[in-house]
T-cell receptor, first 111, second 118 residues
Framework: LAKTTQPISMDSYEGQEVNITCSHNNIATNDYITWYQQFPSQGPRFIIQGYKTKVTNEVASLFIPADRKSSTLSLPRVSLSDTAVYYCLVGDNQAGTALIFGKGTTLSVSS | GAVVSQHPSWVICKSGTSVKIECRSLDFQATTMFWYRQFPKQSLMLMATSNEGSKATYEQGVEKDKFLINHASLTLSTLTVTSAHPEDSSFYIC??????????????FGPGTRLTVT
């Protein structure tokens, strides 16, 4: 599975847009890029998934450049409740193999 | 989306005893479930892959005789921590995939079980 690199931590204020970039230089052709959110003492929660270009849902956008060696999770107008750890994962999701988690990015949102 | 539950949500046991944690897929059948362990301030670490009707596949460094996994049905996998010790205290999380899903290929996680060994 492709290894990912993301910032250890980020700080933001309520109402701001937050962009978290993840590097995955050795991503394979069949790999998807998936982002999960985790609050303390809870299981991870799916945020968004993409293969290429841009994907948007009701909570976030995912930008993937043409070479797919990186991706950026964009959270519009964050609130205090968005304080959490965000994980970027890369893998052949269609194959049904387990997700391997990296260190994640701890996002702290202040008022 | 699909729901995965775990029971119990937290458990305290004495050193040397065994503890069983259940993972259930509530509204779908899961031929494969995954077990993770998470220590404080750390990421999730994959322990094993649980396959319905066959033996689990353990990750390197995980003692299969200590962490017994049984996937007896398409909706239930259990993790038994045998002869628990304080160093086994951790947050245990299971996950599952729908076998014939479509994109996005989402892996559903349970709420986790906090194990404290005294």
């Amino acid at each position: 599975l492709a290894k990912t690199t993301q910032p250890i931590s980020m700080d933001s204020y309520e109402g701001q847009e937050v962009n978290i970039t993840c590097s995955h230089n050795n991503i394979a052709t069949n790999d998807y890029i998936t982002w999960y959110q985790q609050f303390p003492s809870q299981g991870p929660r799916f945020i968004i998934q993409g293969y290429k270009t841009k994907v948007t849902n009701e909570v976030a956008s995912l930008f993937i450049p043409a070479d797919r060696k990186s991706s950026t999770l964009s959270l519009p107008r964050v609130s205090l409740s968005d304080t959490a750890v965000y994980y970027c994962l890369v893998g052949d999701n269609q194959a049904g193999t387990a997700l391997i988690f990296g260190k994640g990015t701890t996002l702290s949102v202040s008022s | 989306g699909a729901v995965v539950s775990q029971h119990p949500s937290w458990v305290i046991c004495k050193s040397g005893t065994s503890v069983k944690i259940e993972c259930r897929s509530l509204d779908f059948q899961a031929t494969t479930m995954f077990w993770y362990r998470q220590f404080p301030k750390q990421s999730l670490m994959l322990m094993a892959t649980s396959n319905e009707g066959s033996k689990a596949t353990y990750e390197q460094g995980v003692e299969k005789d200590k962490f017994l996994i049984n996937h007896a049905s398409l909706t239930l996998s259990t993790l038994t921590v045998t002869s628990a010790h304080p160093e086994d205290s951790s947050f245990y999380i299971c996950s599952a995939r729908e076998p014939w899903d479509r994109a996005p290929y989402e892996q559903y996680f349970g709420p986790g079980t906090r194990l404290t060994v005294t």
